[in-house]
């Protein structure tokens, strides 16, 4: 059964950074793709990347090219995302999902909550 | 302002048949796949279809997805209580080489 686990909440100050991880278990990590996505508060949601976990090829919203990374490690079959220069705006939601490239099947993780506040 | 347009919101009685709509152009839509996922207050996302029609193994078979073009539908059938939620469409848009997400429709049972 596909699983996706998120790592913790995390709170920062404006200015800094997080990361955040998704751990995948329940299929092939490396034929798969893991997609960021984030929702603030009573807003919809809004797609922040995704690495191709095989090849590593990654694309990024324009919005978060300059602020985000994304990468894997596939000895822990574990995505991150690691966002820079946080403001408050980026107080959300963050969660990561999966596809399966094959079938196209997927699944959510729980989500993240990151708070920005000084 | 999404690139995928849904109806802020959409509602029905109990046992009766809803459908959202999501519209896009040629460069998502009309030439990828849809994806449809439920969020629900409190819950993880869930996903409900993938590949334009397809249901994941436990998803109620009184959801369904179609395509025709550069539009996409979400039927529930049978409304129950526990299908208020907001729902997303979701899509590859080849022009920006990035997924894109509808702007959500709330689904309120009444």
């Known amino acids: 059964q596909m699983q996706l686990v998120q790592s913790g909440p995390e709170v920062r100050k404006p200015g800094t950074s997080v990361k955040i991880s998704c751990k995948a278990s329940?299929?092939?990590?490396?034929?798969?793709?893991i997609q960021w996505v984030r929702q603030a508060r009573g807003q919809r949601l809004e797609w922040i990347g995704r690495?191709?976990?095989?090849?590593?090829?990654?694309n990024f919203a324009q919005k978060f090219q300059e602020r985000v990374t994304i990468t894997r490690d596939m000895s822990t079959t574990t995505a991150f995302m690691e966002l820079s220069s946080l403001r408050s705006e980026d107080t959300a939601v963050y969660y990561c999902?999966?596809?399966?490239?094959?079938?196209?099947?997927?699944?959510w993780g729980h989500g993240t909550l990151v708070t920005v506040s000084s | 302002q999404s690139v995928l347009t849904q109806p802020p919101s959409a509602s029905g009685t109990p046992g009766q048949r809803v459908t959202i709509s999501c519209s896009g152009s040629s460069s998502n839509i009309g030439s990828n796949y849809v994806y449809w996922s439920q969020l629900a207050p409190g819950t993880a996302p869930k996903l409900l279809i993938y590949r334009n029609n397809e249901r994941p193994s436990g998803v109620p078979d009184r959801f369904s997805g179609s395509k025709s073009g550069t539009s996409a539908s979400l039927a529930i059938s049978g409304l129950r209580s526990e299908d208020e939620a907001d729902y997303y469409c979701a899509t590859w848009d080849d022009r920006l080489s990035g997924s894109v997400f509808g702007g959500g429709t709330k689904l309120t049972v009444l």
């Open positions: 999902a999966a596809e399966i490239l094959a079938s196209g099947y997927g699944d």
């Open positions: 329940g299929f092939t990590f490396t034929s798969s793709s």
């Open positions: 690495i191709v976990v095989g090849s590593g090829k990654t």
